[in-house]
């Protein structure tokens, strides 16, 4: 079983709102990922996050704010974003994180769009 | 230089031909490449991965890597409309990171 979930699917937030997007897998995968997709363009990497704690942040503003509760849950808390942000946000595990021969797994996804 | 790059696209293709992808890296240090098939307003799939030189298949997908010529490739076989996607070309990087291409949209003509 090789399967990511994200709730929600869609979202819709104005500027002003406080949300969180939320990921789980329960493959025991140790390493989880937050990604961003804009139309028409590769995934791009936001934060990594190994045996819970944050490996990388890359140079993401301070409105995306990851938590790791445990090793199956990843969440995203989203706060006074901006229209630009509005994108596909990807989450997506793997077994370890510096290993070269892993292969992530990506959920579904959750489309947002700010208002 | 990008890290990766894919052959520009759209690539169209009839039914039942064979469709070629084609994907360049720039770090010589890469171990790991992988494509991921993504239809439209759907998250990246997995398609195969590929770790050593040579060709791997997996039913009407083969991969192809070449580490000395930086190149990887993707050939799809017998293609099929359900083949319409865009395909990502992905390579990790020394510092574990998945570095993507920026895709190829093939569309399968029936």
């Known amino acids: 079983d090789t399967e990511v979930t994200q709730t929600p699917k869609h979202l819709v937030m104005g500027m002003t709102n406080k949300k969180s997007l939320k990921c789980e897998q329960h493959m025991g995968h140790r390493a989880m990922y937050w990604y961003k997709q804009k139309a028409k363009k590769p995934p791009e990497l936001m934060f990594v996050y190994s045996y819970e704690k944050l490996s990388i942040n890359e140079s993401v503003p301070s409105r995306f704010s990851p938590e790791c509760p445990n090793s199956s849950l990843l969440n995203l808390h989203l706060h006074a974003l901006q229209p630009e942000d509005s994108a596909l946000y990807l989450c997506?595990?793997?077994?370890?994180?510096?290993?070269?021969?892993?292969?992530?797994?990506f959920g579904p996804g959750t489309r947002l769009l700010v208002l | 230089q990008k890290e990766v790059e894919q052959n520009s696209g759209p690539l169209s293709v009839p039914e039942g031909a064979i469709a070629s992808l084609n994907c360049t890296y720039s770090?010589?240090?890469?171990?790991?490449f992988f494509w991921y098939r993504q239809y439209s307003g759907k998250s990246p799939e997995l398609i195969m991965s590929i770790y050593s030189n040579g060709d791997k298949e997996d039913g009407r997908f083969t991969a192809q890597l070449n580490k000395a010529s930086q190149y990887v490739s993707l050939l799809i076989r017998d293609s099929q409309p359900s083949d319409s996607a865009t395909y990502l070309c992905a390579v990790k990087t020394l510092d574990y990171k998945l570095s993507f291409g920026a895709g190829t949209t093939v569309t399968v003509r029936a």
């Open positions: 997506a595990s793997s077994q370890e994180w510096r290993l070269q021969k892993e292969t992530q797994y």
């Open positions: 770090d010589r240090g890469s171990q790991s």
